[in-house]
């Protein structure tokens, strides 16, 4: 264990440059200003602040969005705040493309090299900083490029299916030989607490992760609440009796 350990914090200081990036936008969908919903008077971004501060693995911590009015919300709470422009607060702009314009922030006004980046959505309230810790360290102890929280789905991929107005076809062909839901292979879903990845793998990656050899952080379903509606903030709110935010 002590080697695995040493080996560990040699691989880490290849790659010291660890950036956290929080990103809010302003006009969310689905919920009007989702990003400032309240748990125990709490907003999500207040949470994911604290949350991500808490991190042992994250060198600078930057708060993202086009909104100016969320800035200002947050500007004494977190100590690097990016404007981005309206052409990444838009649906087509993804979240990997808010990274590396904040990456690109970064290195040009603080001279300060990125290694590995750090996404951490503020819809999933109850992530823990040793959520963040521990897929940050996926990527040392797997050798790969990229590591994700993932979770169980509340119902089987394998019955799920495509329909048009005449037909209906399973998404996978041998979900209709599978009787019953513990039949069925396991299956997972990325939990959307934390996406860690190595910055050249983020500047040349196509699509989303997870990749062939991207390593995976299991996050109880429990824990695992993503809100984007409403159904899913009153669910976090329910769960707040079991879990510290």
């Not at 422009?85 to 300060?112: C, E, F, G, I, M």
Request: aromatic content about 8%; some cysteine.
């Amino acid at each position: 264990m002590l080697h695995l350990n040493q080996t560990l914090q040699k691989r880490m200081l290849e790659y010291k440059n660890i950036l956290g990036i929080i990103l809010a936008r302003g006009n969310s969908k689905g919920i009007k200003n989702k990003n400032l919903l309240k748990l125990k008077n709490k907003s999500l971004i207040d949470i994911a602040i604290k949350n991500s501060k808490k991190s042992k693995k994250i060198g600078k911590l930057v708060f993202t969005s086009d909104s100016q009015n969320l800035i200002n919300k947050v500007k004494n709470k977190i100590d690097i705040c990016i404007k981005r422009p309206k052409r990444l607060a838009t649906d087509t702009a993804s979240s990997y493309d808010v990274a590396r314009h904040a990456v690109n922030w970064v290195q040009k006004n603080l001279n300060w090299n990125v290694d590995i980046v750090v996404i951490l959505p503020p819809t999933t309230p109850f992530r823990k900083s040793i959520d963040i810790d521990k897929t940050i360290d996926l990527l040392f102890k797997k050798k790969t490029n990229s590591a994700i929280t993932i979770t169980e789905p509340t119902y089987t991929p394998y019955w799920m299916f495509t329909k048009n107005k005449k037909i209906c076809k399973f998404l996978r062909p041998e979900g209709q030989k599978i009787q019953r839901r513990q039949d069925a292979p396991k299956a997972f879903q990325p939990a959307g607490m934390v996406y860690a990845i190595k910055k050249n793998l983020l500047f040349n990656m196509k699509g989303i992760l997870p990749k062939k050899n991207t390593a995976t952080y299991f996050v109880d379903k429990e824990r695992a609440v993503n809100i984007d509606n409403m159904d899913d903030y009153n669910l976090a709110k329910i769960k707040l009796k079991k879990f510290t935010i």
